[in-house]
Every structure is written in structure tokens, then in C-alpha cells.
């Protein structure tokens, strides 16, 4: 997809140094496994939320939580992959349309309108935060937000996907993998659909953006300092749409580069511990860049050639069938019938 965008991991390495591939400064982002984890960061500028979208829910519509404000549209940074136009149903024999968002691999109706940036929603959601936010942004993204500024939402989500820095900077970080499906279909029950959106405040409001709907949703007055505090509860409530047992949610929030704070206040532990932190997301980033068919492929007949040498090849391959059919068994004894995962 050298001419579009590619998914990204829901990932702080990842965003982090998409963050400092656009030549924003001094700033990274931190994954949460608790929302209260949000009240031991500070500062938090905003906060990225992945989650799987709900099968019959409607990109566009009335929001189940807050109220759109229309007004805010033009007054911050906010993009809308809203292009006002329909899609026809696949089926050639159809005389029905149908308005529909691409996610991923999969289209999912909406209200009124299509998408004009597809896979783009995580990079989308980080410039929400970044270029509402009183932080150093370097002066590619600097001129970005002033050529665009003065445009509509709807416009600047073109100009967002004919970027071709935002774009290349956005794919670089695309997993290299010759068996990525990359056909699109409607979206069904059974497929998993994930979007990121963006919760930032922003002159004393706290905003939801998301790239699916017409303009910004506001959650109420909400301070700088307070945004934490605020933010969990509508987090919360964002959650509780779902089923109790789902837990397939991501949270990333973007404060100040950590390894900043340890030099200020000369901890050297924590310095060394963000440093490593820095070194691990940078080896993860280039395993990421890198394909492993080839290896695998010689690793594997590397293995097959010794077993043949030893003479214990059929062993070997009747050895592992019988794991195998154990390991079925075992599953279909838990209840999960006949499928098997490796």
C-alpha cells in the first residue's frame, strides 16, 4: 500500500516515534493497563482509545455520550473523514446505497457519509492531541496547521491524506508481511472491527475526537489540570456499552518525555529505566520493518535437512502429530470443539 495508509499498532514505541518521525519534541506517549493510572502521569496533553467498533452502531450519528459541538469544528484542530458522498453496494444487482467507513479491512455503515482517509484514525488521533496541545511540534507539523487552519474539517482531512510526510512516516512503522489480506468487505458480526479516537482538552472542554463523526464531542468543562479526573469517568462509560468480558481495549496516553523529568529531578534509575525503554521500542520498531518468511522458510529446512542426517525425521513428524491430536483433545475436553489453535 506504498500509495495509502497501512494499519499501525495500537503501540506507545510506535506513536512515540511517529511522534518524532513528524519532528515533534521532547514528548512520548505511555501505554495505561488501569485507567487509574492516568492520575500517577503528569503532564497528560490527551489520551488515544482503541476499541472494537459495535456490530449495528452507526459512524456519524448522535452521540450515546456528550453533545457534538458544531462550533468547535472550525476552531480547533480537528479532521473529518466525512466526503459527504455514497458507495454502492457491492452487489452489482443492487439498486441500494449504502454509506459506508473502511476499518481496517472492513467497510461499516454509516450515517451520511464515506471516508476519505482509510487506516489512518491512529496517526489521525495523535495529531488531535499534538496539534491542540501547547507543545514544541517542529515546524513540518507547524506548517501543516497553519496551511490548514483557515480550511473546513472535511478539507483538511484531504490535505491530511496527501501528506506524503504524515503518510510515509504513518507507514513506516507497517508491519512487513507478504499474507496481510488486504481485500476489503462489509463488516459482520463475527469480524473485528477497531477504531482509535482521541479525548483532549482543550479550552477548558474536554473533547472527543473522532475522525468518523461531523465535528468535536464535548464532555463537558474540563481544565488542563483536571483532565485526568474528568476524562476516566466518560472513559468509563465508553467501556460500559460493552459486554463485561470484553477486554480488548488500548489505552495511550501522551505526556512529556519521561527521561526530561529524570534529569530534572536527578533520579538515575528512572533515567536508565526510560533509556532501556527508548532501546527496547526501537529494536520492537525494526522487527516490525522486517520480513521473517525467508528466515523461517531456512530456518525450517535447516531443521528438516539435521532430522534427515540423524535419521529420525518420521519420528520427529509422528512425535508432533500426536502432540497435536493431544492438544485437540484437551481443548475439546474445555469446550472449545473442534477448533485448534497453534
Known amino acids: 500500500m506504498a500509495s495509502g495508509w497501512s494499519t499501525i499498532e495500537s503501540d506507545a514505541g510506535v506513536f512515540t516515534y511517529v511522534l518524532d518521525g513528524l519532528g515533534a519534541k521532547d514528548l512520548q506517549f505511555e501505554e495505561l493497563f488501569s485507567l487509574d493510572l492516568l492520575q500517577d502521569i503528569s503532564p497528560v496533553y490527551g489520551v488515544i482509545f482503541l476499541f472494537k467498533y459495535l456490530s449495528g452502531e452507526k459512524a456519524g450519528g448522535e452521540p450515546l455520550d456528550g453533545a457534538f459541538d458544531h462550533d468547535a469544528a472550525e476552531n480547533l484542530f480537528f479532521v473529518s473523514s466525512?466526503?459527504?458522498?455514497?458507495?454502492?453496494?457491492?452487489?452489482?444487482?443492487?439498486?441500494?446505497y449504502f454509506d459506508y467507513i473502511l476499518l481496517g479491512q472492513y467497510y461499516v455503515i454509516m450515517d451520511q457519509a464515506?471516508?476519505?482517509?482509510?487506516?489512518?484514525?491512529?496517526?489521525?488521533a495523535l495529531l488531535s492531541i499534538v496539534l491542540n496541545s501547547d507543545v514544541s511540534i517542529g515546524a513540518p507539523l507547524q506548517d501543516f496547521k497553519?496551511?490548514?487552519?483557515?480550511?473546513?474539517?472535511?478539507?483538511r482531512g484531504e490535505c491530511l491524506s496527501n501528506s506524503e510526510l504524515i503518510r510515509s512516516v504513518h507507514n513506516s512503522f507497517a508491519r512487513a508481511s507478504p499474507f496481510v489480506d488486504e481485500t476489503t468487505r462489509l463488516a459482520t458480526d463475527d469480524d473485528d472491527v477497531y477504531h482509535f479516537i482521541a479525548?483532549?482538552?482543550?479550552?477548558?472542554?474536554?473533547?472527543?475526537?473522532?475522525?468518523?463523526?461531523?465535528?468535536p464531542i464535548s464532555h463537558g468543562a474540563c481544565s488542563f489540570r483536571d483532565f485526568p479526573e474528568k476524562v476516566i469517568p466518560v472513559l468509563e462509560r465508553r467501556i460500559?456499552?460493552?459486554?463485561?468480558?470484553?477486554?480488548?481495549?488500548?489505552?495511550?496516553?501522551m505526556t512529556r518525555d519521561l527521561r526530561i523529568h529524570a534529569r530534572e529531578i536527578g533520579d538515575m534509575?528512572?533515567?536508565r529505566q526510560e533509556q532501556r525503554k527508548r532501546t527496547e521500542w526501537q529494536w520492537e520498531n525494526a522487527l516490525r520493518r522486517h520480513n521473517f518468511v525467508g528466515f523461517i522458510g531456512e530456518l525450517t529446512k535447516g531443521v528438516v535437512k539435521a532430522k534427515l542426517n540423524e535419521g529420525t525425521y518420521e519420528k520427529w513428524v509422528d512425535d508432533a502429530k500426536t502432540k497435536t491430536q493431544t492438544r485437540i483433545q484437551e481443548r475439546k475436553k474445555r469446550g472449545h470443539g473442534d477448533e485448534f489453535e497453534g
Do not use: W
Not at 146 to 155: D, I, V, Y
Open 146 to 155: 497553519e496551511f490548514t487552519s483557515a480550511f473546513p474539517s472535511e478539507l
Open 199 to 215: 479525548y483532549v482538552p482543550i479550552n477548558g472542554i474536554l473533547y472527543e475526537l473522532d475522525g468518523l463523526n461531523p465535528a
Open 82 to 96: 466525512y466526503q459527504g458522498k455514497s458507495v454502492q453496494e457491492e452487489n452489482p444487482h443492487s439498486l441500494h
Open 240 to 253: 460500559s456499552r460493552y459486554p463485561p468480558e470484553e477486554i480488548r481495549f488500548n489505552l495511550l496516553a
Open 114 to 124: 464515506q471516508q476519505t482517509i482509510q487506516n489512518a484514525c491512529g496517526t489521525q
Open 269 to 271: 534509575e528512572m533515567l
